[in-house]
Nanobody, 122 residues
Framework: QVQLVESGGGLVQAGGSLRLSCAAS????????MGWFRQAPGKEREFAAG????????HYVDSVKGRFTVSRDNAKNTVTLQMNSLKPEDTAVYYC???????????????WGQGTQVTVSS
């Protein structure tokens, strides 16, 4: 069965960095776009960043542009989200997801990880 397993979350001070990883198994990884979504307490899940099949196409929500970088390694079936200059408003559970196309809509992603908590203190 398909498994997406996130790692790398934690507690960091504002201005710090974290690197999230997502390891995929049970699917032809190179055929899927990968998205990173996040959900803060009391808020809806939102798209943060995503990357297309080959890694050439990327997309970011405006609030993370210039601070977050998404990348993938199709040989290792992994996708990574490098988060720099973190802000308290980045605090959320971060999920990786696999879908047929790179979109910002959660409904377009059929497979999801269990999430990893990112907490940014001020």
């Amino acid at each position: 069965q398909v498994q997406l397993v996130e790692s790398g979350g934690g507690l960091v001070q504002a201005g710090g960095s974290l690197r999230l990883s997502c390891a995929a198994s049970g699917l032809t990884f190179s055929r899927y776009a990968m998205g990173w979504f996040r959900q803060a307490p009391g808020k809806e899940r939102e798209f943060a960043a995503g990357i297309g099949w080959t890694g050439v196409s990327t997309h970011y929500v405006d609030s993370v542009k210039g601070r977050f970088t998404v990348s993938r390694d199709n040989a290792k079936n992994t996708v990574t989200l490098q988060m720099n200059s973190l802000k308290p408003e980045d605090t959320a559970v971060y999920y990786c997801a696999a879908g047929a196309l790179l979109t910002t809509a959660a409904d377009d992603y059929g497979f999801w990880g269990q999430g990893t908590q990112v907490t940014v203190s001020s």
